[in-house]
Every structure is written in structure tokens, then in C-alpha cells.
Antibody
């Protein structure tokens, strides 16, 4: 069974940093691209970042470029999102999601982790 | 950047057909994916590559894509279909290529 479990969310002050993790199981992690998607309270889905299976291709939304860094460790079946210079508008539930390729649909999603940026 | 436009809401009676549109410039040239999200839950893929269904998704869910509009069609709507629905594409011409529509709230009357 495919499982994606996010962790690392919490309350952080504006300007602070946080690192999210996504632990994957039930599939060959190194064969799939991975993604981060967020959802602010009461709002729609917003794509954040994508990384190809071998980390050769990485993409970011304009809203996070230069502040967030996506990475993966295929040996540990884990995906990460390093978030720096956090702003109030980064407050959201962050989901990790799997894709067969970097440009294909997200076929499995985790349950999400809440990040709250507030003083 | 590429923009996808969805109606904020669609209402339909049980047993009827719901159609949710996703508009974008020449969207017919792109592959469109659709996600269903119920309150408090993670999104679920219901249609990918315009019209394909993942295993476990009922045949009542179908998709089409042509010109400037993609459509998710839900036949014989049930109360359990009430949810938010999002379209998504990959815009290969962009540095930030993954785009979601704003979402459509489907209400079953």
C-alpha cells in the first residue's frame, strides 16, 4: 500500500525557518517524481514545488522561489521541503504527492502537515 | 503564467449529471487532471490525462478536453460526490509549470 506521511509542521514566527519531511513507503520511491502542494485555510490548492526521481529537474512556484528548497533522499525514501524567510501567507496545510513523472498527475497524496506562521 | 478558470460552484440534484468546466488558453493541447477533495481530507485523483480514470474511481466520472475548455462530468450524481473539484495542468513553456484551477464546489441538492 502506498503511504506518504508528512511531518515537521508547526508554529513559527515570521522570518523563521521550518523543514518539512515526507516519508514514503509501499512503492519504489526512487522511480517517482515528488511534489509539494499547499492549501491555505479556506482556500484552494496551490502547487509549491516538484522534483524528478533523480533530482535532475526541480521546479518552484514564483511565490516560494528563493525561499524554499525541495530535496529528496532516495536511500531514506524521504522528501523534504526547507522553508526559510517564512511569511504569514505561507500558513497552510502542506501535502506531499507522488507523480509518475515530473509532468504527470499526482496519483497519491499524504494527509498533510499544518504550518502556521504567526508572531 | 498559465491560468485555469473554474466556476466557484455547481449545484445538481441527485441522479442528475454534473459538469464542471476548466478554462484555459488552448487547454486542449495539454493534459488535464482532476482532483476531488472532501472537507478535512487530502485530494484524490479522479481523472488524469483528460479522460482516464485511476483504478477504484467509478465510471460515473469522466473527462473531456478540447479547444479552450476541459470538462469533468459526473453522471448519476450521489450525495457522496459533494466536494471541491480542482483541475490541473503542466505548462511546459513556463518555469513554474504546474498549475491548479481555483476549484469548484459541487453541491448535491
Amino acid at each position: 500500500e502506498v503511504q506518504l506521511v508528512e511531518s515537521g509542521g508547526g508554529l513559527v514566527k515570521p522570518g523563521g525557518s521550518l523543514r518539512l519531511s515526507c516519508a514514503a513507503s509501499g512503492f519504489t520511491f526512487s522511480s517517482y517524481s515528488m511534489n509539494w502542494v499547499r492549501q491555505a485555510p479556506g482556500k484552494g490548492l496551490e502547487w509549491v514545488s516538484s522534483i524528478s526521481s533523480s533530482s535532475s529537474y526541480i521546479y518552484y512556484a514564483d511565490s516560494v522561489k528563493g525561499r524554499f528548497t525541495i530535496s529528496r533522499d532516495n536511500a531514506k525514501n524521504s522528501l523534504y521541503l526547507q522553508m526559510n524567510s517564512l511569511r504569514a501567507e505561507d500558513t497552510a496545510v502542506y501535502y506531499c504527492a507522488r507523480g509518475e513523472q515530473v509532468d504527470t498527475a499526482f496519483d497519491y497524496w499524504g494527509q498533510g502537515t499544518l504550518v502556521t506562521v504567526s508572531s | 503564467s498559465y491560468v485555469l478558470t473554474q466556476p466557484p460552484s455547481v449545484s445538481v440534484a441527485p441522479g442528475q449529471t454534473a459538469r464542471i468546466t476548466c478554462g484555459g488558453n488552448n487547454i486542449g493541447s495539454k493534459s488535464v487532471h482532476w482532483y476531488q477533495q472532501k472537507p478535512g481530507q487530502a485530494p484524490v485523483l479522479v481523472v488524469y490525462d483528460d479522460s482516464d480514470r485511476p483504478s477504484g474511481i467509478p465510471e460515473r466520472f469522466s473527462g473531456s478536453n478540447s479547444g479552450n475548455t476541459a470538462t469533468l462530468t459526473i453522471s448519476r450524481v450521489e450525495a457522496g460526490d459533494e466536494a471541491d473539484y480542482y483541475c490541473q495542468v503542466w505548462d511546459s513553456s513556463s518555469d513554474h509549470p504546474r498549475v491548479f484551477g481555483g476549484g469548484t464546489k459541487l453541491t448535491v441538492l
